[in-house]
């Protein structure tokens, strides 16, 4: 890796010892990777200013080390996440939240990277009181395995139940760790977040001591391949993180691989967006599918992928997997699920077909990050934070506003009555 992209050796070997969290030792006591809170990397983005971290969704193995590669070309502080739904308990995905972790740290090491990342937890999905009950044992078992942040999305449920999930599960998540939460579904231009509910959960969570980092919010976009060229709506993104200002709580994007790069770069210059989600663009980007600038995958005349010869995954097995998908009947977004049975297929391609799967991962992950994200040079705002904090502990970066007495859980439900907020349709809008 350029010389020129490291910190300064002093000040990495010391971020190394203090700012690791105790997970993190615990697992990886002679490691050289600089695994952090997410709350490190939302503060290197606030003390740069309009700038985004990428969140890349580490689908497989190669994408991962792409977004490294690049991180470390970029110099900047990053994020490496999996969600419930392509790496929990039901996973499609190989990778998944107990194993992500120890791909990371061993990639680091291996490379050498240098720049401050953190492993987190995307859409941990609560849609029950049943799945409450079960992530008190759940969430434990990933910190355990070294993750370093989490999102507690139960967005899915009423307001009241959402806050309340909140509250509940507050306990089983390390107070060092980064904490994201979630309202209204991204769920594309259906059922769109509100001012109302964005404060209705973050009053209700600040009156009980937790502080988010993060909130992530419907503001217009979808997971997976945008069909349509809606998108963000940054008008309403802007509104909302203006209503959160006395919070100090930052903005999370999801659904980033559906939008432009203008609209993405309009995001990070007028709003408090600090970590952005790229899931399916990275995924199409390492098999070798032909992709426009923010990398949606474009289709032919049938509705089929293009397949760019001598990129990505060989000829041989990208037909293997078509043949699979249409076998199936998978179609569109949903041949994420081809990442599961074909992990190693993948694995088990030549080493030159590998690591042009990872260098195309790499450039399209050092551009968001340089000329979309702003974000190049953040690693070292990163460890200056770490350093200044002299622990693996960001702490909080606001305290107790909200009087508690005006939150218990019978006005909670009164107040969530009264918001009477559009959820937008029922459908499986996971990850």
């Not at 088990?348 to 195309?360: A, D, H, L, N």
């Not at 904090?389 to 969530?416: F, H, N």
Request: charge should be negative; glycine fraction near 8%.
């Amino acid at each position: 890796m350029p010389e020129k992209n490291a910190p300064a050796a002093s000040d990495f070997e010391r971020a190394l010892e203090i700012g690791r969290p105790p997970n993190v030792k615990k697992l990886f006591p002679n490691s050289k990777a600089l695994i952090v809170s997410g709350k490190f990397i939302d503060r290197a983005m606030l003390k740069k200013g309009k700038a985004i971290a990428i969140a890349a969704n580490g689908r497989n193995s190669f994408v991962i080390r792409g977004a490294l590669q690049a991180a470390q070309r970029a110099n900047s502080a990053l994020i490496i996440e999996i969600a419930k739904s392509e790496g929990g308990a039901n996973a499609y995905c190989a990778v998944n939240y107990w194993n992500i972790a120890r791909i990371v740290d061993a990639t680091c090491n291996e490379l050498g990277i240098t720049i401050p990342v953190a492993i987190h937890a995307d859409h941990y999905g609560i849609k029950s009181q049943d799945d409450v009950e079960a992530a008190k044992m759940e969430i434990p078992s990933i910190f355990d395995a070294g993750i370093t942040s989490i999102a507690i999305d139960a967005s899915h449920m009423p307001d009241d139940k959402n806050l309340l999930a909140n509250i509940e599960l507050n306990p089983y998540v390390p107070q060092w760790a980064g904490l994201e939460t979630e309202i209204g579904e991204i769920k594309g231009k259906e059922g769109l977040s509100t001012v109302a509910e964005a404060l209705f959960l973050i009053q209700g969570l600040n009156a009980h001591r937790i502080f988010p980092d993060w909130i992530a919010l419907n503001n217009g976009t979808t997971h997976g391949i945008e069909a349509s060229d809606t998108g963000i709506q940054v008008e309403l993104t802007t509104r909302i993180h203006d209503a959160l200002a006395n919070y100090h709580i930052s903005g999370a994007q999801h659904g980033t691989s559906g939008n432009n790069s203008d609209r993405l770069r309009e995001i990070a210059a007028k709003t408090q967006t600090t970590k952005a989600n790229v899931a399916t663009a990275l995924q199409m980007i390492s098999w070798g599918l032909e992709v426009n600038d923010y990398g949606n995958a474009r289709l032919d005349e049938n509705g089929s992928f293009i397949k760019l010869a001598d990129e990505g995954v060989s000829e041989d097995v990208w037909k293997q997997m078509v043949n699979y998908a249409e076998k199936l009947g998978i179609k569109g977004g949903d041949y994420k699920k081809l990442n599961l049975p074909f992990e190693n297929k993948l694995l088990g391609q030549s080493s030159e077909i590998r690591t042009r799967m990872v260098k195309r991962v790499e450039n399209f992950v050092y551009n968001m990050l340089v000329d979309v994200f702003n974000a190049e040079g953040t690693a070292p705002l990163a460890i200056s934070q770490i350093l200044q904090t002299g622990s693996y502990d960001a702490g909080a970066k606001v305290g107790r506003i909200e009087d508690p007495a005006d939150w218990t859980p019978e006005l909670i439900a009164q107040k969530a009555a009264a918001i009477g907020s559009d959820k937008g349709p029922e459908g499986d809008f996971d990850d």
